[in-house]
């Protein structure tokens, strides 16, 4: 848990001070350009949704807008969580069928939607084996081939019966959903509408590590969101510089367990049943979607660098992408790449 306290802190710190490890000039490391151009910004550090997070807003109604925002995390949490008895999603997983509210009905549309396009990288009915796994209590444990191949008998999005019009979802025999995979990036999109309510044109959040920035800076300049190195969570592989977008991370160094000298993260491919094994430390999308991104930084991760470039090529007008694979090489899609910056080298996808 430290872990994630340390990547949220350090991303907070990119973006406030805007001290990232490339391209920063004397200003920028020493956070004056902030503090002399604007106002000083109202921040929150919250506990929600087993991860911290920073909530940030300038302007005159920076206070009431991360009050609302931190209301909102904690309405979503208690509504969407796995881990809570009581949660919304736990009475479906419990009863086998509800009719939902609209924040779980969205969410799960646009489970679907995602699920269908990229040929179920992306699936919300794994949550059986993340018990299996477990990632749901902590109770870390390989479970065997042949427990596996049961459990892959309830796996998979078109056993579920939803009924959108009424809202309603009902679940195949021995199924479970789980909206981790989304549900962050849903929350920092209702949490940037929240912010345009409130007249505040400037903020951002950062709910464990995943960023959600509305407008630009309040001297005007781009927001620089520092991505995790997969291999070093003290460091940083690049740096974006973005306005008005949500930039959110899955990498399997998020959460894992090891036994016999085996690594096994909480990302799992609903094709094996197992942690997705196809050569990507970390996948970061770009899109004014949160929950889009949310979904696709899962999915992409899943699906491996080559069939995520495909997917990409065919979907560019809708998100941007860093990849990084095991050997270190940073993967960058064409229209992200000049407000990306590394130390490193890094190979950009082009449209073709
Ligand atoms: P993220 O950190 O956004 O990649 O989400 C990881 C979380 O999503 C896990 O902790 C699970 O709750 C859930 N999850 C894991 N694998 C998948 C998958 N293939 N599709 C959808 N959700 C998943
Ligand atoms: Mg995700």
């Not at 059986?128 to 749901?136: I, N, V």
């Not at 009424?166 to 999109?189: E, F, M, P, V, W």
């Not at 951002?204 to 300049?221: I, Q, R, Y």
Request: glycine residues 10%; proline residues 2%; charged residues 20%.
């Amino acid at each position: 848990m430290k872990k994630h306290w340390i990547a949220a802190a350090f991303v907070a710190c990119l973006l406030l001070t805007g001290c990232g490890a490339a391209e920063h000039t004397e200003d920028e490391t020493t956070g004056s350009a902030v503090q002399a151009n604007t106002e000083q910004p109202v921040s929150k550090e919250i506990f929600a949704m087993d991860t911290y997070m920073t909530i940030t807003a300038y302007g005159e109604n920076g206070q009431k807008a991360v009050d609302a925002a931190q209301q909102e995390i904690e309405r979503l949490d208690a509504l969407l969580s796995t881990g809570s008895a009581d949660s919304e999603i736990s009475a479906l997983n419990a009863s086998g069928t509800a009719q939902l509210s609209s924040d779980s009905a969205e969410l799960v549309s646009c489970a679907l939607e995602i699920n269908e396009s990229t040929g179920g990288a992306f699936d919300i009915t794994v949550y059986p084996l993340m018990q299996a796994w477990g990632f749901t209590d902590e109770s870390y444990r390989v479970p065997s081939d042949s427990e596996l191949t049961t459990l892959m008998e309830t796996i998979g999005s078109d056993q579920l019966d939803w009924d959108a019009d009424n809202r309603t979802l009902t679940l195949g025999d021995g199924q479970a959903i789980d909206l981790g995979g989304i549900a962050k990036g849903y929350t920092s999109g209702r949490i940037m509408e929240l912010f345009d309510e409130c007249g505040v044109e400037s903020g951002m959040v950062s709910l464990g590590g995943n960023v959600h920035v509305h407008g630009a800076k309040p001297d005007g300049s781009k927001w620089r969101i520092g991505i995790q190195d997969p291999e070093n969570s003290e460091d940083i592989a690049g740096v974006l510089e973005v306005t008005d977008c949500a930039v959110i991370t899955s990498g399997g160094y998020e959460r894992y367990f090891e036994q016999d000298g085996t690594t096994y993260h909480h990302i799992i491919d609903p094709s094996t049943g197992k942690p997705a094994d196809n050569g990507l430390t970390s996948v970061t999308i770009v899109s004014a979607d949160g929950t889009l991104a949310d979904g696709l930084s899962t999915a992409l991760f899943v699906m491996g660098v080559d069939q995520a470039t495909e997917y990409w090529r065919q979907h560019a007008d809708e998100f941007d992408a860093v990849m990084i694979t095991e050997d270190g090489t940073i993967f960058v899609t064409e229209g992200i790449a000049d407000v990306f910056s590394s130390d490193r080298t890094f190979e950009t996808i082009a449209r073709k």
